[in-house]
């Protein structure tokens, strides 16, 4: 008998412990943001150990409110791959990859832009401008992608996915995807050259 009481309790406690853990992890609320490319060019910002290049992109929603309300510093993630439907665990499997940061809300306040559309009257479109580095995790002492590094991932790709992500404290919401929006290899091969 007092084995089985004493199961019962050690299966209680670890039941009640995995559902507290489990009730934490969130949904986060933040639609899902359709991004699109505008322009991808060299950066005025001057780093001596890598290239630093500027990513414009417009998205259905206002980052700073939707995303900064939860987290601070969400990112735009782009993977040197065909794969436009990527999840988080291709991001953490990725050897080669394009990175921007929010750095904070008030540098990147949203600029408003109407855009006439025949179809869809007038949508609010909402422009960001980021700072965006070509990471390598495959190389220990530099974690930049070299230029040869960078044509020879886009040797057979026609576009990049990128998303907006942002992975929360202790994990206390989901992880926050937005759409896929496709970067242009072309435009970043003209770009580096």
Do not use: W
Request: aromatic share 12%; hydrophobic share 35%; charged share 35%.
């Amino acid at each position: 008998m007092k084995k089985i009481l004493i199961r019962t309790v050690i299966f209680l406690i670890v039941f009640i412990t995995n559902l507290s853990f489990i009730s934490c992890f969130r949904d986060n609320d933040i639609p899902k943001a359709d991004l699109e490319f505008i322009e991808f060019k060299k950066s005025n910002t001057k780093n001596d150990r890598v290239d630093i290049y500027k990513l414009k992109f417009s998205s259905s929603i206002a980052i700073s409110d939707k995303v900064f309300e939860k987290a601070d510093f969400p990112h735009l993630t782009c993977l040197l791959t065909n794969k436009a439907d990527f999840e988080i665990k291709d991001i953490d499997n990725a050897e080669i990859r394009l990175m921007g940061y929010f750095k904070s809300k008030s540098t990147y306040e949203d600029v408003d832009s109407l855009r006439n559309d025949e179809t869809l009257n007038k949508i609010k479109k909402f422009e960001y401008e980021l700072d965006v580095l070509f990471y390598n995790d495959t190389k220990s002492d530099n974690k930049y992608s070299s230029k040869e590094d960078i044509k020879k991932s886009l040797s057979d790709v026609s576009c990049i996915p990128c998303k907006l992500e942002q992975r929360f404290f202790m994990e206390t919401y989901k992880f926050y995807l937005s759409n896929s929006m496709c970067v242009p290899a072309e435009d970043i091969l003209k770009t580096i050259n």
